[in-house]
């Protein structure tokens, strides 16, 4: 429940900057309509674009064969852009934003939200681990302050193993034999 919470709350501060700097740059009029249009795209980012993408993806993928690399690019950037603009419009469509002009109110902001997107995936780990330790103070939850305890040998070993699947005397016979 914690990690949903957090998620939630993390992306919808992230999605309402985005609606603002999407009213800043386009004639898209967001306002104090960010609030609530932030709830819906969050809403919309978690539970609808997966959903989205995964059906646009199966419709490109009957064709994928007969496309060139540099097609199955393309298709896949328009694929993105095309999960966008329908995020974008249920926004729109289920918030009191308001949209003028084609190319600047329906094109422009659908690539705003991919570039929010792509920071948001960068960023989005340590944002939540920060998040998270916020809300486990708020809650006094488990201590963040406490130092995690240093790994055992033992337990530094078995990391090794799993990362190459290969125990000591393994490694000891490939490097004397290379």
Known sequence: MKKWIVRFVTLLVFNIV??????????????????????????????????V???????????ASERTRLGEKL???LLAVAVAFVVWMGT?????VSVAGWVWG???PPVILLIGWAVYDAIDGRVEAHA????????????????????SEAQKLGRRELDDGLTDEQRKLFDDLG
């Open 18 to 51: 985005v609606l603002l700097i999407i009213g800043l740059l386009t004639p898209a009029r967001v306002g104090w309509s960010a609030l609530w249009a932030g709830i819906i795209m969050t809403v919309l980012v978690i539970w609808v674009k997966p959903l």
């Open 53 to 63: 993408s995964k059906w646009f993806r199966s419709m490109a993928a009957k064709s």
């Open 75 to 77: 298709v896949q950037a």
């Open 92 to 96: 729109v469509l289920f918030s009191g």
């Open 106 to 108: 329906w094109i422009i």
């Open 132 to 151: 998270g330790a916020l809300y486990d103070r708020a809650t006094g939850g488990p201590a963040v302050d406490a130092a995690p305890a240093a790994p």
